[in-house]
């Protein structure tokens, strides 16, 4: 039975992953002890502004009424990444909207670069309401409903922290030390940690969620590391907040854009009252100083007295997740970089298939164990094809870096045979195995088209959608982005008055 579920680490995974356990346990009456150990000493990682929509069914899930996510944690909507110079000079939009398609449309689109016509200004609504700054849904809809699937932008210190709050006053247990040493028994399980404020915990189910460290899944179990470094080649971030009293853009903007550069990429993310952004980079290819004086030189004079942080990291996954009577979770497991926002998102399925799987641990540990590390190296695999397409299909060759990410040793198995197909007809139903992934035909057709690898096909005016009208009622419908989040401050505002 397990009573008690001890958490290390108080990042976004370490309080995601508790709120949804403690939901779970208190929706479906378990009697599960749920207490949460955190450095005072170890800052988070602090990045993980731009989230996928599943992240307001996980929000729901926990049960923080959106309005309150919202006042708390910066939030904006996103609708969609904009991709600038991925093949230079060029732009083009991966939305979250699906396109209408035929219901017996089980072949590939006949859509060619050729005809000049943009994608997914054809097939995404979202793409044509980012132009306006339209709002993805009005106050009149209920809470995480709209008209059109959206995520947000968030500032990640904020979210750890409402989550925090908002977990504790709902039964998780709180603890403040660092975790200096795990006890592992000769069978290869935990049998307790301890602190150096003199706790001793111990817990049916360990989670490590302790960032990069890992230091329970890969310290103490010593579980190596599966590197994704040959595929992606950027392995640095240099970031920094721009607030909007230093400079305010002209519109606060329903979308990423994440441009690329000569040895990586940049994000570029609006918040409440300010902006994040980074520079993803290949230390192959540039060094820090480089890579600061390139953000600087993109973000204007107005940065000269910024503070520029520099993250190191390394895309890969620890061989399982799972071992034993401990999981891991966030970047103590694994990490793929940031292009497509998957952090948040890994750590969503990770705590929802945990508190799904309780009951399974109890009554078959060893097949539960095995089953989630199938499935979750079977997520990551295919974040990492999805990622790796955005790279290798481009035509950049103008620097060293993008020379070597369009290189063909960089290409994952997984994809180099269809990526054959797809030159010549495009993404079609049969090419993705497996249900409810989180990057399908739809999204695999916005990129292949964007970036006009698909050539020679040809297609008939009448298989484009008219999408004229479901803009202009949307237009009708939907407030302005900026006039929909006064909307949140004044509602905050009247509740802090009354
Ligand atoms: C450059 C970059 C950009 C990113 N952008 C995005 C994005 O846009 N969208 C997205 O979804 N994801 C993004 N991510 C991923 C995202 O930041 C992480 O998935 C997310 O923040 C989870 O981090 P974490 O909680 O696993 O680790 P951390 O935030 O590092 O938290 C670790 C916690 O463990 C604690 N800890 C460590 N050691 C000990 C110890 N010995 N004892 C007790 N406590 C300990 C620390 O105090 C801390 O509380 C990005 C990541 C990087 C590197």
Redesign the pocket.
């Known amino acids: 039975m397990v009573q008690s579920v001890l958490i ?9 992953t508790a709120n949804l356990l403690n939901a779970h346990c208190r929706r479906t009456g378990r009697d599960t002890r749920i207490v949460l ?16 929509p599943t992240i307001r069914r996980t929000l729901n899930d926990i049960g923080l009424p959106e309005q309150d996510f919202l006042e708390s944690t910066e939030a904006t909507f996103k609708t969609l990444i904009r991709f600038k110079d991925w093949n230079l000079g060029e732009t083009y939009d991966h939305p979250f909207d699906r396109r209408p398609r035929p219901q017996s449309d089980t072949a590939a689109i006949a859509w060619s670069a050729q005809n000049g016509l943009p994608f997914d200004r054809h097939f995404s609504v979202l793409t044509q309401l980012a132009d306006f700054n339209t709002a993805p849904k009005s106050p009149r809809h209920p809470q995480y409903q709209a008209s059109f699937p959206y995520a947000y932008h968030l500032d ?1 210190i904020k979210l ?1 922290a409402r989550l925090s709050s908002f977990g504790q006053a709902n039964g998780i247990e709180y603890r403040l ?4 040493d795990v006890i592992v028994s000769p069978e290869g399980l935990i049998a307790g ?1 301890k ?1 150096d404020r003199g706790d001793d915990l111990t817990a049916n189910l360990y989670i490590d ?5 890992s ?1 329970l899944l890969g310290g103490a179990l010593d579980v190596p590391v599966r590197s994704f470094e040959k595929h992606l080649l950027c392995d640095r ?1 240099v ?1 920094m907040r721009v607030p909007y009293d230093v400079y305010r853009p002209e519109r606060i903007l329903t979308y ?1 854009k994440a441009t690329a550069r000569e040895a990586g990429w940049q ?1 570029d ?1 609006n918040l409440q009252s300010r902006r994040g952004i ?1 520079y ?1 980079y290949s230390s192959q290819f540039l060094d820090e100083t480089a890579a600061e004086a390139a953000l600087r030189q993109y973000e204007g004079a107005h940065s000269d007295e910024l503070e520029a942080r520099h ?1 190191r ?1 390394a895309s890969g996954k620890r061989e399982v997740s799972w071992k034993g009577n401990c999981v891991a ?5 694994g ?1 793929l ?2 292009l497509e ?7 969503e399925f990770a705590g929802l298939a945990i508190a799904n799987m309780l009951a399974d641990f109890e009554s078959a540990p060893q097949a539960t164990m095995r089953y989630y590390n199938r499935i979750t190296n079977d997520l990551y695999d295919e974040i990492l094809g999805f990622l790796n397409l955005h790279y290798v299909i481009s035509n950049r060759r103008d620097t060293a870096f993008w020379r070597a990410a369009t290189s063909d040793e960089v290409i994952v198995d997984d994809l180099r045979d269809r990526l054959e197909l797809w030159k010549h007809r495009g993404p079609g139903q049969f090419d993705f195995p497996g249900a409810d992934r989180l990057f399908a035909r739809d999204s695999y057709e916005f990129i292949l088209h964007g970036m006009r690898y698909v050539k020679g096909a040809t297609h008939s005016r009448a298989s484009i959608p008219d999408l004229s009208q479901v803009v202009m009622k949307a237009r009708a419908e939907l407030p302005d982005h900026e006039a929909f989040l006064s909307l949140v401050e004044r509602a905050a505002e009247a509740r802090k008055l009354s």
Do not use: H, K, M, Q
Not at 8 to 16: N, P
Not at 209 to 213: A, K, L, S, V
């Open positions: 290390v680490g108080g990042g976004s995974a370490g309080w995601i150990v955190e450095s005072p000493d170890i800052p988070t990682i602090g990045v993980g502004e731009a989230t996928v990640a750890a030390g660092n975790v200096v940690v602190t969620c302790t960032g990069f460290r230091v971030a970031t990423t994000w993310i980074g993803v993250i990291f979770v966030g970047l103590s497991d990490f970089e940031p926002s998957s952090g948040l998102y890994l750590i």
